[in-house]
């Protein structure tokens, strides 16, 4: 008896787990959570004071901001504290996502490499009191050709300054950046590092200037990055001659956007979507106008 039992069990066993299976794939995936955020570059050339660029994203509708190191000095500059900063963020209801900064940690100079994590430990202090968990770090002060691992190296110390402070760094590329313009650099650093914090930050037009294309972001899970820069290539310009301030609003250029949001939306995690764009003809516009247009633009995506 007990035999018959064990031989039926191991029958019916791959039926029940085909079953099993098929219940697990069934599941529908989890979507991402979008935040919408500005990135203060949009509206830089408006000439506002820091409250009235926070005010205007607040009204614009955004969930936050990414906002520059630099505007952060001037702000205390000119007598205010982190303390009143973070005050104005709050009653704004303004989440500050993310942050720019410019410190240069992966110089292959030693010195200067020291100096820019002094920098960055600075400036991360700086941004963990005003709530800001999270800074940009693009690859100042490399030459080409970068060193993989090297640079993993400094990578992986720079996410246990993160750790220290509690603003962790996102490994950012730039397309026009000849030692690091690409995702499959950024990507082969993040991996070398080898931590479960690391984290890139992609950007609509850099993956386009820099030649990676978009097909990358299939090969990335909801984890590998939060905020991703959303901005568009105008038409008729060729790649290798287009700059910042050729950016443009999401969906009046060429990127595939319905495809990009499609990619995000089921990639799962967290995806701040932050505007950044340089245009000097927005610059020349109302900077709420600017700011609502450019949002609306972006949801018709999401």
Known sequence: MKRRNLIKSLVLAPVALTSTQSIANSQPKKEAKIHFCLNTSTIRG?????????????????????????????YLASGKSLSSLKTLLNDAKQIPFNAIGFAPWMSQDAEKSKQGFAQME??????????CTRVAAPAIGATAPIDVMESAEKFS?????????????????????????????????????????????????????????YNALKLLSGEAFDVIHV????????????????RVYPG??????????SMLKTMGGTKILSLELFNEKYWAQDALTVSKTGLEKTKQFF
Request: hydrophobic share 40%.
């Open 231 to 246: 901005n568009d290539i105008p038409d008729g310009i060729e790649r290798e001659k287009l700059a910042d301030k050729d």
């Open 122 to 131: 600075k400036e991360m202090e700086m941004l963990a009191a005003i709530g």
């Open 157 to 213: 110390r720079l996410i246990d300054l993160g750790r220290k402070t509690g603003v962790m760094p996102q490994l950012e590329f730039w397309g026009s950046f000849p030692p690091f313009h690409t995702i499959s650099q950024c990507l082969a650093v993040a991996a070398a590092a080898n931590d479960v914090d690391a984290k890139i930050l992609p950007d609509v037009y850099h993956l386009y200037r820099g030649g990676s294309g």
């Open 252 to 261: 009046d250029g060429i990127a595939p956007y319905t495809e990009i949001a």
């Open 46 to 74: 408006q000439k506002l004071s820091f409250e009235q660029v926070v005010d205007t994203s607040a009204k614009a509708g955004f969930d936050g901001m990414e906002i520059w190191v630099n505007e952060i000095e001037a």
